[in-house]
T-cell receptor, first 116, second 113 residues
């Protein structure tokens, strides 16, 4: 039983295309996130949602649009892909947002996006 | 703002050696501290955590103690194995209006037989 699952795991696509990465969590958590890991392994938060409502929207191009149809799902849609978008994208979830800092954030296995 | 600083490596050790990966942080309030591990080609897994000063997190032979006075959360293991080869991330979550984790840049650990 995978707690946080995301698809696809690998995605190779051409510049200018539009693609989506899907994420689902079966932990009953209220909060979900998208993180980006660059080629140097640096991890940075992109978005967080709590009960389908956007909480954090870091400085990311508006070509990136998260969509949360329900609190168990948070999909990431990327328009007009650029070479610099190549990275690993991690979905994550947590019980509760910022009121309890000790709640663990659980990560999916990552989606390796390569733009050619 | 919040930040985490950790040695970047790569750190190369022989099997059964003692491991220390340093991590220091800057945060407002009283953050919780975490170590995550990423094995080659895999996602992030929580290794251990500590939620208040002087707490010790431990798992799989790894330990880290939350030191508020030195704002540190160093990761230690007494005897490493080849299977410990991975990238280790120190992270904090400060709460109080901000969410998500702030990560260090990761330390690549290589254990040689």
């Amino acid at each position: 039983d995978t707690a946080v699952s995301q698809t696809p795991k690998y995605l190779v696509t051409q510049m200018g295309n539009d693609k989506s990465i899907k994420c689902e969590q079966n932990l009953g958590h209220d909060t979900m996130y998208w993180y980006k890991q660059d080629s140097k392994k640096f991890l940075k938060i992109m978005f967080s949602y709590n009960n389908k409502e956007l909480i954090i929207n870091e400085t990311v191009p508006n070509r990136f649009s998260p969509k949360s149809p329900d609190k168990a799902h948070l999909n990431l849609h990327i328009n007009s892909l650029e070479l610099g978008d190549s990275a690993v994208y991690f979905c994550a979830s947590s019980q509760g947002p910022f009121t309890i800092s000790g709640n663990t954030i659980y990560f999916g296995e990552g989606s390796w996006l390569t733009v050619v | 703002g919040d930040s985490v600083t950790q040695m970047e490596g790569p750190v190369t050790l022989s099997e059964e050696a003692f491991l220390t990966i340093n991590c220091t942080y800057t945060a407002t309030g009283y953050p919780s501290l975490f170590w995550y591990v990423q094995y080659p080609g895999e996602g992030l897994q929580l290794l251990l955590k500590a939620t208040k000063a002087d707490d010790k997190g431990s798992n799989k032979g790894f330990e880290a103690t939350y030191r508020k006075e030195t704002t540190s959360f160093h990761l230690e293991k007494g005897s490493v194995q080849v299977s410990d080869s991975a990238v280790y991330f120190c992270a904090l979550r400060s709460g109080g209006g901000a969410d998500g984790l702030t990560f260090g840049k990761g330390t690549h650990l290589i254990i040689q037989p």
